[in-house]
Every structure is written in C-alpha cells, then in structure tokens.
C-alpha cells in the first residue's frame, strides 16, 4: 500500500500527462513558457482571485510574500507552533521574529483565542510590531478565517494564507488561497496538487503586491530581466512543472471528491475506536492527510507497529512542536504556552490517503487499528 499513490495516479492519466511534458520537451522552451502564464491564469480563476504568480517552491512562496510586505527586523510574524516547517522558517530568515501561537484540539488549526493572547503580550511586553499572522491550513483543511479576519483587522496584522496542504480545499463554495491578504501554495508532488518536482504559488487581489511578486521572484527585475530594480530571488516554476499541472488539474475535482469518500469511509469505520478528523460546519478538506489521535505515545507506537508489519504506511505529522525546533532558539519569543500542540504532537498518526485508495485497503487499515484498540 501507499501513503500517496502518486504511480498509480500517472496509471490513471498517463496520455495527457505525457502528451503535456512531450509538448514542452519538443518546444523547448523550459524557463517562462506559455505554459506557466496558462497556468497562473488557470489557478486564479479556480481560487477566484485576481493575481496567481507561480514559483519555485511553497516556502518561496512564502517568503515572497513576507518580502512583498517588506517584514524583516523588529517585526512579529504570529505562527501555529504545529505546521510544517517552512511556515516559519521564512520569518528569521528576513531576520523578523516568529511567535508561536497554539492550536484548536479539535481542528489543529491556529487557536484564534490562542492568537489573541499571543498579540497582547507582543504588545505589552516586548518591543516587536505586530505584522502578520500565517493562517496555516493544515492537512487540507482552511483555518477559522471569519475569527482570523476579525482579529488582523482589529490589530491592523496582514493575513498571510498557507494552504500548502489545502489547494482545491473550501469554506462554502470559497477556495483556499482566496483567504489571505497574500496566500501560497505548494506543488510538492504528495500535496493536494502537486507537481513532478517542485512548485509553488502566490495568489493576491492587491495589483501592487502582485507587481512586486512578480519582480521579486525574477531576480527584482524591472521593466526586464536585465534592469533590476530590488533584490530578489531565482523563484521560477518551469515550464515542464506547469505543464504537468496543468495536465493534473483537469482531473482535481475528481481527485478532491475520491479523497472526501475515502475520508468518510476512514471516519465511519474508525469513529469509535480513535479521535477522527473534525472537520467544521461549512468546510471542505483537500485531504492532504487523514491524521487520527490516539490516547497515547504508546498506543500510537503500538499502532504504527501493527500497520507497518501489515504492510502499511504511516507518518506523524508533527512530532515536534515548532516552538521546539533547535532552529529557533536562538530568538524564540514565548508569548503563550502551546500545550495543545505538545499534547497532539505525541498523539497524532497519518493514514494512506489518496485519491486512488481503494475500499478495500482503507478497510485492511481499519481492522488492524480496531483489533488493536477494542
Ligand atoms: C509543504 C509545506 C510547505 C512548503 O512547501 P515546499 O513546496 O515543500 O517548499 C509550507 N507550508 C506547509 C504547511 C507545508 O505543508
């Protein structure tokens, strides 16, 4: 079995995959062909937003935007403490400060009462300005962007949307990366969609950040690439990249509604014996994992020795809270305590999911957790 059947999924679309990737090998246009505008035209209008820049990676994408807005010394960037870690890796590489804020125990999504909290001490017992707060998505699921929205309005913080897990996910019939002031994506192959490499996106309605991301992401180029008018980065996608994309997102649709069946089947099989995803009134997931919690580390230890010996599996997303990350250290602002990260960090366990997962294999997974647990 595998955790995201990505062979099984070119099986599936192998003509027009390679029908896409032979175009481009034939034209030879690798770096800015059409392909890429095609694409960025093609994501802003699934997303509903104005401006899509694609570029090389999703932690680019994020530090784009931090850029974009000019973050860097003396500035707070408010982050879950349990996401990957690109979310805030890219804020002290501007030389700004990450807060690391707790999550929902339900959602696992930032805490917008645990952000509050954290933006009050910033304010009264250190010297930073309060900038941005990254909204992460996590495991496909959008944050609580109505609390989220209210909040940066109040205290004037800019929201930075990551749906690095999320793209294609909703709330109502709004899309991920349409929540943000700025939002990104990423194409990492195993992400919602992803990519033969890797691949990011930067998405916003503003016209004069999106003029600044598209500088910023060919070398703070100017009216052309050999006028340079910023410092910026090599953050291209390449065309091979959207081409495949391209390709893929013909069949997205398809793929997100497979994965919301096979997380309903996981749920309806599994809801006794473990806590299953909760996913709130409104919300879709783009289903970039199906993550249970277990009573314990040594349940969950347990579990994942039952499944690997039956052939399946598993990762844990996270082990470690950000806010523990050795990388950290050396400028880590404590503004509130992240116990729910702590307590979910030695808890939680992803399953195989996919769009291509079949009913038979989710049920082979399930038994073996329901043995173990009833
Ligand atoms: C994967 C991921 C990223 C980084 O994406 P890359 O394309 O691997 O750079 C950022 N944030 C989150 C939450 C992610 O899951």
């Known amino acids: 079995m595998e955790f995201r059947d990505l062979k099984k999924q070119y099986q599936t679309h192998q003509k027009e995959i390679d029908a896409a990737v032979s175009a481009v090998i034939q034209e030879a246009h690798f770096i800015s062909g059409p392909q890429v505008a095609q ?18 990676n999703g932690t680019d994408a994020l530090q784009l935007a931090l850029m974009a807005w000019g973050i860097g010394a003396g500035d707070a960037v ?153 410092i910026g980065l090599n953050s291209r996608l390449d065309t091979l990249q959207a081409a495949v994309l391209l390709a893929k997102m013909d069949f997205l649709d398809e793929e997100l509604k497979r994965c919301d069946q096979a997380a309903m089947e996981y749920t309806r099989r599994l809801h006794d014996v473990v806590k299953t995803p909760f996913i709130m009134e409104n919300m879709t997931s783009a289903w970039a994992q199906y993550t249970v919690c277990f009573e314990d580390t040594k349940i969950r230890e347990q579990a994942m020795a039952i499944l690997k010996e039956a052939g399946i599996p598993t990762a844990v997303y996270y082990k470690k809270p950000m806010h523990l990350q050795q990388a950290f250290a050396k ?25 291509y997962l079949e009913e038979a294999q989710i049920e082979k997974v399930c038994e073996c957790l329901i043995n173990l647990l009833q």
């Open 78 to 230: 408010f982050v879950p403490d349990f996401t990957f870690f690109s979310s805030g890796e890219v804020v002290p590489l501007l030389g700004a400060t990450p807060v690391f804020v707790d999550i929902d125990a339900d959602t696992y999504n930032i805490s917008p009462e645990s952000l509050e909290s954290a933006i009050e001490y910033v304010i009264h017992y250190t010297d930073l300005r309060p900038r941005v707060v990254v909204a992460v998505d996590l495991f496909g699921q959008p944050a609580e962007y109505e609390k989220i929205r209210e909040m940066a309005d109040r205290y004037h913080l800019l929201v930075l949307e990551d749906a690095a897990q999320a793209f294609g996910g909703r709330i109502g019939e709004r899309r991920t990366c349409s929540f943000g002031d700025i939002s990104t994506t990423s194409f990492f192959p195993a992400k919602p969609l992803g990519c033969y490499g890797d691949g990011g996106a930067v998405f916003t309605d503003n016209d004069a950040w999106a003029d600044i991301l598209r500088s910023l992401h060919v070398h703070g180029k100017g009216g052309d690439k050999y006028d340079n008018i910023r």
């Open 331 to 355: 400028n880590l602002v404590e503004a509130v305590s992240c116990t729910t990260t702590e307590d979910i960090c030695g808890k939680c366990l992803s399953l195989p999911m996919h769009p």
């Open 39 to 56: 694409l960025e035209a093609k994501l802003a209008a699934y997303v509903g937003v104005k401006h899509c820049i694609a570029c090389a």
